[in-house]
Structures are given as C-alpha cells and as structure tokens.
T-cell receptor
Framework: GQQLNQSPQSMFIQEGEDVSMNCTSSSIFNTWLWYKQDPGEGPVLLIALYKAGELTSNGRLTAQFGITRKDSFLNISASIPSDVGIYFCAGHIQGAQKLVFGQGTRLTINP | DVKVTQSSRYLVKRTGEKVFLECVQDMDHENMFWYRQDPGLGLRLIYFSYDVKMKEKGDIPEGYSVSREKKERFSLILESASTNQTSMYLC????????????FGSGTRLTVV
C-alpha cells in the first residue's frame, strides 16, 4: 500500500531543546494530520492541515503542509518532559477510503 | 467530549481461545477501524468499516474477523488466538469520507499465552 516515510525514527534530546520531524511521500496528499501517543494510550490529534502551504500552531507545536503536497513537518519548541511519546503523521490521498500513517517518531527527553 | 471506548485495557487469553475486542463510539461516525501496534512496525490496519454491516480488509486481516451490527459498535474477533497476536490493539472512528481525522480509543493490550 501507500507509504509515508517519517523521520527520524527516534530522538533523544535535552529538556528545553527544539524538535523537528517530518514525513515525506511520493504521492500527493490533500490532508496531513499529526498525532501524539502517550505511553500506554491511544494517539491523540495534535494538528490538522488541509491546504498546501498551511502553517498551523498549537501552543509550542507548529506544523506545515508542504507546498508540493508530498510532505509535512512538525516542530516542537522548548521541549518539556510531558512531550515524551510517539508522534505519528498521517495523510489522505484524494479518493482514498482511509488515511496512511507514518511509522512514528519516538521522542525521549533527558531532564 | 467525543469518545471512542475500548472495553478492556488489558486482556490475557490462552492460545486457541476465541477473543472479542469491543469498540464503541458516541460521535455518530460512519467509519470505524481496527489497528494493531507493535514496536518498530507502526500502526497496521487490520479491518475497517464504512457503514453498518460493511467491512473491508486492511493490510493484515489474516487471523481476524470483524462485526458491525450497529453504527456505534465495531468488534474485532480473533477466531483462535495465537501467541503472535500478542499486541496493542487500537480502535478508531472518523466521519464520512476517508480524510479523517480519526479519533482513537485508549487501546487494548492483549497477551496470548
């Protein structure tokens, strides 16, 4: 099936650092979504993007829908311990019945 | 607040048992999904349903079946549980159309011994 390449797979950072992760594909998407999964819980929606070039913030999180419609990135500024978890990107291709998910980025923060 | 509720957080079952995982949503969503999540493998789609009594195979349907008799409920069935089905199972729902966003349940961690 369709694939999203999400990178990095894991990140180990110090508290207070900024974080950047991205998803790319060879396909064109009309929706990009970013989710966070806390340990032992289900993923929770962070940001939804519906238009190429769109830049959206949610507190310390900022995500962008790439101009080519084949990529998206998520930035976290000034990381704190509760940012620990797995971050997933997901995208929708026009006409598809379901989303495509990236493999996830596991974020670990050293206090 | 909208919700997807999975009936069990933790389950331990024996090899060969028939296992039912239940998922209920209160958002009147048409679409419902079952995923399994294993370390390093991301979210893998098992089955999904876009209407009552309708079902579609996902990427890894082998060893599983589903039932959707009512719009709000989507059940995942392991006909004869095996140890390689030990995993975290996540249910999700979304409004009509494929573009989401999905709302996920809290997950069921199933261990087959």
């Amino acid at each position: 099936g369709q694939q999203l390449n999400q990178s990095p797979q894991s990140m180990f950072i110090q508290e207070g650092e900024d974080v950047s992760m991205n998803c790319t594909s060879s396909s064109i998407f009309n929706t990009w979504l970013w989710y966070k999964q806390d340990p032992g819980e289900g993923p929770v929606l962070l940001i939804a993007l519906y238009k190429a070039g769109e830049l959206t913030s949610n507190g310390r999180l900022t995500a962008q829908f790439g101009i080519t419609r084949k990529d998206s990135f998520l930035n976290i500024s000034a990381s704190i311990p509760s940012d620990v978890g797995i971050y997933f990107c997901a995208g929708h291709i026009q006409g598809a019945q379901k989303l495509v998910f990236g493999q996830g980025t596991r974020l670990t923060i050293n206090p | 607040d909208v919700k997807v509720t999975q009936s069990s957080r933790y389950l331990v079952k024996r090899t060969g048992e028939k296992v039912f995982l239940e998922c209920v949503q209160d958002m009147d969503h048409e679409n419902m999904f079952w995923y399994r999540q294993d370390p390093g493998l991301g979210l893998r789609l098992i089955y999904f349903s876009y209407d009552v009594k309708m079902k579609e195979k996902g990427d890894i349907p082998e060893g599983y079946s589903v039932s959707r008799e009512k719009k709000e409920r989507f059940s995942l069935i392991l006909e004869s549980a095996s140890t390689n089905q030990t995993s975290m199972y996540l249910c999700a729902s979304s409004p009509h159309g494929g573009q989401g966003p999905y709302t996920f349940g809290s997950g069921t961690r199933l261990t087959v011994v």
